[in-house]
């Protein structure tokens, strides 16, 4: 009889405390990193103008002003940013809701072996994500083929599926939902389409909300679109305004050749306090949305980790 081989235990743990705390100050130094910005900006866009020209920037400021915040919200400046505000928001849900279903449907055909093209339209989706066809391509399409310029359309369909999050999803339907659980569901009578709604995307929930937060973090920073195709003042979505009005500003603060009260006028306007005031106004929303994706977000991007 061969003698047993010993199995030498296997220590687990590759790190110890000390390693452990500085790992820990590591993060903690770059979670600071990320959050200190942030905080500085609310700061400067609650500082006087006059406080800001004298002192320069300041973690404590002296004196404090909610001037630009009542420059930016009152009289028709308030219902501009507000039409703008619904405008982005309508944009974001519904460009999410199209290009999580579009991407997570394509991602999961061709994630299936038994799919016969599954090849092709992998292939498709690739070349997408290494070739692109071009600004005036996309243009053309856009305005002449699609008809859509000077349409709420504009901002949602040029960005209703892209290939990241498709190779994203399709990873995660073959990591996650096995053939088996499918195959049972077939025998039982079950369409495909019901498979996909009533298994596959119970068990797809953190991928799906993390292709959902790329999409809307997409769709709610997203100007350019509006710069190409979009006219109407009440279609400009939020992020695009707020560029205009700081543009304006600086526009205005470079002019010369003004009368002494207009460039009096001018003088007392609270550009750089404001410009803070429009990046928290453009960043706060998102931010706040954010921890509600958190778990998933986290589950979704390290799902298949772990080799079984």
């Known amino acids: ?174 990591k996650t939902v096995p053939d088996s659980i499918i195959e049972s569901a077939r025998i039982d009578g079950a369409s495909e389409f019901k498979v996909f709604v009533k298994i596959v995307l119970p068990l797809a929930v953190p991928g799906i909300a993390t292709i959902s937060l790329f999409s809307a973090l997409s769709y709610w920073n997203d100007w350019f679109q509006a710069l190409l195709y979009i006219q109407n003042d009440a279609l400009f979505p939020m992020q695009f305004l707020l560029m205009k009005i700081q543009n304006n500003l600086q526009a205005l603060a470079e002019n010369v050749g003004m009368s002494a009260q207009v460039s009096e006028g001018l003088a007392s306007l609270p550009k750089e306090s404001v410009r803070m005031a429009i990046v928290v106004i453009a960043t706060l929303p998102i931010a706040v949305t954010y921890p509600f994706f958190q778990k998933h977000f986290v589950g979704g991007l390290t799902i298949g980790g772990v080799k079984e």
């Open 1 to 174: 009889m061969e003698k047993k081989k010993k199995v030498k235990k296997v220590n687990v743990r590759t790190f110890d405390k000390r390693t452990d705390f500085i790992f820990n100050v590591l993060i903690a130094l770059f979670s600071l990193s990320c959050i200190i910005p942030f905080v500085f900006v609310i700061i400067i866009s609650l500082t006087d103008e006059n406080y800001l020209l004298e002192h320069g920037y300041s973690f404590f400021p002296k004196l404090m002003s909610l001037h630009a915040y009542h420059y930016v919200f009152e009289g028709a400046m308030a219902q501009r940013i507000m039409r703008s505000f619904g405008v982005s928001i309508f944009v974001t849900v519904v460009g999410t809701i199209i290009n999580t279903t579009m991407t997570s449907t394509y991602a999961y055909a061709i994630s299936r072996p038994y799919f016969p093209y599954r090849r092709f339209f992998t292939i498709y989706a690739l070349i997408t994500m290494l070739f692109s066809s071009g600004m005036v391509a996309n243009y053309l399409v856009v305005t002449n083929l699609l008809q859509l310029k000077d349409s709420i359309w504009a901002l949602i369909l040029p960005m209703a599926l892209g290939p990241f999050g498709i190779m994203i999803m399709r990873t995660f339907f073959k």
